[in-house]
Nanobody, 128 residues
């Protein structure tokens, strides 16, 4: 059984930074693309960032481009999301996801339907 566990969320102020972590177990994390999505209350789930199994050529959502960085350490079955210059509109539950693909074009990596395993989510709240 595949399990994804996020951590690192919390309450911060505008302009602060946070780093989210996602530890995977149950299958070879290093063979699959992985990503981050978020969902704010009353809003649809939004793509944040993703990368293929090597971590090369990451893809970002428009709203986080230039502020967030996705990375992964396959030796630790872990992916990270470094979030800088946080804004109140970044407030959401952040979900880690593992794809059914090893790598794919950005349109596929940014599609939630490309992911078959999800974590339980971690809350990020940015106060103004």
């Amino acid at each position: 059984q595949v399990r994804l566990v996020e951590s690192g969320g919390g309450l911060v102020q505008t302009g602060d930074s946070l780093r989210l972590s996602c530890v995977a177990s149950g299958r070879a994390f290093s063979e699959y693309a992985a990503g981050w999505f978020r969902q704010a209350p009353g809003k649809d789930r939004e793509f944040v960032a993703a990368s293929g199994f090597t971590g090369a050529r990451p893809v970002y959502g428009d709203s986080v481009q230039g502020r967030f960085t996705i990375s992964r350490d396959n030796s630790k079955n872990t992916q990270y999301l470094q979030m800088n210059s946080l804004k109140p509109e970044d407030t959401a539950v952040y979900y880690c996801a593992s794809s059914r693909y090893g790598d794919a074009i950005p349109r596929i990596l940014s599609d939630a339907g490309s992911y078959d395993y999800w974590g339980q989510g971690t809350q990020v709240t940015v106060s103004s």
